[in-house]
C-alpha cells in the first residue's frame, strides 16, 4: 500500500516511524513544501519526500494529514478528491466537515480521525470500571503543561498552538472530551472558569476550569491550563464503591479495594516513551490508532470519527463561549 504523510513536523515524523514499525508492506512519501524540513526527513526514515500531493512519483492509497490544524479541511478536500483514505490528526476547527464527509461517504473513503487516549489501556480499563460499577460517579482531572514546553525547538508565535483559534487549551480539550464523553456519557451542561494566568504574549485565556454535568448523570471537574511548569494529567475518580487514581502513565493507575481499605495498581498495558517527550505520551496508543485506522479500511466499524469530533468541538465551543 500506497501511503502519504503530509506535514513533517514532530507529528508527521511520529507517524512515519510508527508506520515504519508497524510491519506492514507500505511505500511510505513524506510531503512538505519545507525544503530543509523534508530534507532532513528523508535522511533520518529512508522515505521519498515530496513538495505537493501533485508532485508525487506514485499516486497514494491514503494519506495521514499532519500539518497545523487550519489548513487540514482543505488539505482532507484534495485527498478526497485523489480517492485517498484520510488519516487526520485532531482538527480543532469544523472548517469543511460537512463537505469533507459527504464526499467521503460519496467516494466510499475512509475519514479518520485520531482520539488517542481512547486507544489507552488506562482509558479503557477506567471506562469498563465506571461502567461496571452501574453506580452515578465524579470525577477530578487537570491536564496542563507550560506552553513554551510543548514544542522548545520552535519559535512559539509560529505554531498553532498560540493561535486564538487552535489554542493549547483548545488542543487539550478536543484530546481529552472524546474519551470522558465515552466513560462517562455526553455532556449536558458546562459551567466555566477561564482566567489568564501567566505573562505570555497570547491572546486567549490559559487556564480552564470546567465544571461538566453528563446526561448520564454523572459529574466532574476539569481543570485544562498551558500555565503548569511540572507537566500535568492527574486523574480522581470516585462514587461509592468506586475510587479510582491515574496519574497520566500505564503504571500509575490504582484502584481502591473498598473492602481491604487499601490501594492496590491495576496493570495497564504496554508503555513506550520516546526520549524528549513529558512521561505520560506513551507511543502505544498513537500505534494502536494506527492499527485501528487500517482496520476501518478493512471494514471495522470506527470507535471515534468526524460525527463526534463534530459534537465535541461545538462543546469545546460553548466552553470558549463562557466568559
Not at 136 to 148: E, F, I, T
Not at 219 to 232: F, K
Request: hydrophobic share 35%; net charge negative; with cysteine.
Amino acid at each position: 500500500m500506497n501511503v502519504c504523510v503530509i506535514g513533517l513536523g514532530s507529528m508527521g515524523k511520529r507517524r512515519i516511524k510508527l508506520l515504519k514499525n508497524s510491519g506492514m508492506n507500505l511505500t511510505i512519501t513524506g510531503i512538505d513544501n519545507n525544503k530543509e524540513r523534508a530534507r532532513a526527513v528523508a535522511d533520518e526514515y529512508g522515505i521519498d519526500i515530496s513538495p505537493s500531493l501533485g508532485d508525487m512519483k506514485l499516486e497514494a492509497d491514503c494519506a495521514f494529514v499532519c500539518t497545523s490544524p487550519q489548513s487540514h479541511g482543505e488539505i482532507i478536500r484534495e485527498c478526497l478528491e485523489r480517492n485517498m483514505h484520510v488519516f487526520s490528526e485532531l482538527n480543532l476547527v469544523n472548517d469543511l466537515y460537512e463537505e469533507n464527509m459527504q464526499a467521503a461517504g460519496e467516494k466510499g473513503k475512509v475519514l479518520f480521525l485520531s482520539s488517542t487516549p481512547l486507544y489507552k489501556a488506562e482509558m479503557q480499563i477506567i471506562d469498563n470500571k465506571v461502567k461496571e460499577s452501574r453506580e452515578v460517579c465524579a470525577y477530578q482531572y487537570h491536564v496542563g503543561q507550560y506552553l513554551p514546553d510543548w514544542h522548545p525547538w520552535d519559535n512559539l508565535k509560529n505554531i498553532f498552538i498560540s493561535d486564538k483559534r487552535t489554542n493549547g487549551c483548545r488542543e487539550l480539550l478536543a484530546y481529552e472530551l472524546p474519551w470522558i464523553q465515552h466513560t462517562f456519557g455526553a455532556v449536558k451542561k458546562v459551567n466555566v472558569i477561564r482566567k489568564k494566568l501567566t505573562k505570555l504574549d497570547i491572546d486567549f485565556p490559559d487556564t480552564y476550569l470546567v465544571q461538566i454535568e453528563h446526561a448520564s448523570g454523572n459529574a466532574g471537574n476539569l481543570v485544562i491550563d498551558v500555565v503548569s511548569r511540572q507537566a500535568a494529567r492527574h486523574l480522581e475518580v470516585f462514587g461509592e464503591n468506586l475510587c479510582l487514581s491515574w496519574n497520566g502513565t500505564p503504571d500509575s493507575l490504582y484502584e481502591k479495594d473498598v473492602m481491604q481499605g487499601e490501594f492496590r495498581q491495576i496493570p495497564a498495558g504496554e508503555y513506550i516513551h520516546e526520549r524528549g517527550y513529558e512521561g505520560f505520551i506513551n507511543e502505544y496508543a498513537y500505534a494502536k490508532e494506527i492499527e485501528e485506522f487500517f482496520a476501518v479500511i478493512g471494514g471495522k466499524k470506527p470507535v471515534y470519527g468526524f460525527v463526534e469530533d463534530r459534537e465535541t468541538l461545538r462543546v469545546i465551543d460553548e466552553i470558549e463561549a463562557i466568559n
